[in-house]
């Protein structure tokens, strides 16, 4: 009688909820790093101050992304390690 119907996504396991609480919390960061961003241009155009603008400023698209599609695609829960990925191979690339 009461039968779930083919529309009911499955529920999310436990790996893409703890993701999307990681990314969650370093979201919050992010926030505080958008009026920061000019600064990283100091000293002038740099690779390392591209890589910080570019990270923070398409941290929200992919975090967006892997919330929107956690239920219908879950792999897309792991979009926003490419930001983090670029934060930190961008430190020191100008060395």
Known sequence: MFELSAN?????SRKVT????????????VLVLFPVI???FDSGPSVEGY???????TYPLTFGLAWLFRRRYPPL?????ANVVEFITGIGLDR
């Open 77 to 81: 829960v792991w979009v926003p390690t």
């Open 51 to 57: 890589c910080f603008a570019w990270s923070v400023w």
């Open 8 to 12: 009911v996504p499955p529920p999310l």
């Open 18 to 29: 703890w993701l999307l609480v990681a990314w969650f919390v370093l979201s919050l960061p």
């Open 38 to 40: 000019p600064l990283a």
